[in-house]
């Protein structure tokens, strides 16, 4: 394989974002914080939310003393926001099984709630500085394209593991740097629509662009709409429910306007399921 970490470690020294999470000092905390809201939502929709909720926990434990009803609602309108809910119950259990202490080993972070692989190894790096592969969507397409030579990246996330964990340097400095760089790359140059090859600094070595561009297929699972889901009526549930902060809902009242009942009701009983939402003899509430 050409040495793909040399140019991408040159181009991330002049092109990296300046990103709170990239900071020095911002701790195993907040880099866990930080991906769970990264997880699906755009960067520019996290910082703010990402600040407030550091400055309002700044540790765990801090988290972990809270209500979940007060961590669904700080999450506001990031979305997915089970991601809330998961995120509290893995600071209940780093300060119950880690003393507080965001664990460092892969093994003992996959076993928090919420946590998958990609976070895992995220967070084993870039807060400890450990050297392990770390793939997100932006770097599988890099190695699709530049490594594997296809257009999008293919079903099997484990060859890309592979290919990544190939790329990266035996210095384990230069090794965190990489795993940034693509998919910092990913994210700026190489981008799902219409790659910017002219500012690429793989240009030269991408397998892709030397095979001419083919379309290989793509595989990638594509967002259901939002407008008329029930993803929109969860969030209208959960908008009215947020507001609510010193009583119960009548649950005839929460988004009693909606126009198709029947998912109104099944969108209150999945998020009664899923452990956003308690019913109480009738009425709603956050999770206390
Ligand atoms: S040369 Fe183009 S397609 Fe290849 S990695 Fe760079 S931006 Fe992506």
């Given amino acids: 394989m050409p040495d793909l970490a040399s140019p991408l470690i ?5 092109n990296a974002r300046d990103l709170p999470w990239r900071r020095p000092g911002f701790g195993a905390w907040g880099t866990l914080v930080s991906e769970f809201m990264l997880q699906q939502t755009p960067v520019a929709r996290v910082i703010p939310l990402l600040e407030a909720w550091l400055e309002r926990w700044p ?11 007060d961590a669904v609602r700080q999450w506001a309108n990031l979305g997915y926001p089970r991601r809330a809910l998961w995120l509290h ?8 099984r880690h003393a507080g202490v965001v664990p460092r080993d ?15 190894r995220a ?9 392990h592969p770390v793939v997100d969507t932006n770097t599988r397409r890099v190695l699709a ?14 060859r890309d593991l592979v290919d990544m964990a190939e790329i990266l340097p035996d210095d384990i400095a230069a090794s965190t740097v990489v795993n940034a760089a693509a998919m910092e790359l990913g994210a700026l140059v190489c981008t799902a629509r219409v790659p910017r090859c002219d500012a690429c600094p793989l240009a030269d070595r991408c397998a892709w662009r030397a095979a001419g561009y083919p379309d290989t297929g793509d595989t990638r699972v594509k967002q259901a709409r939002y407008e008329g889901s029930d993803r929109q009526a969860r969030g209208a549930i959960l908008q009215v429910l947020r507001a609510a902060t010193t009583h119960d809902v009548a649950a005839e009242d929460v988004i009693g306007d909606w126009p198709d009942a029947a998912q109104r009701d099944r969108a209150i009983d999945s998020l009664v399921v899923d452990g956003l939402v308690e019913a109480v003899d009738g009425r709603l509430r956050l999770p206390r």
Avoid: H, M
């Fill in 10 to 14: 040159a181009w991330y020294r002049d």
């Fill in 59 to 69: 540790t765990p434990a801090d988290l972990a003393a809270a209500a979940p009803a």
């Fill in 89 to 96: 119950r893995a600071a209940v259990e780093i300060r119950d």
């Fill in 106 to 120: 892969v093994d003992d972070l996959l076993a928090l709630t919420g946590i998958g692989d990609y976070t895992a």
């Fill in 123 to 131: 967070v084993a790096v870039f807060a400890y500085g450990d050297r």
């Fill in 145 to 158: 394209r530049a490594v594997q030579g296809r257009s999008q990246p293919g079903p099997a996330a484990k």
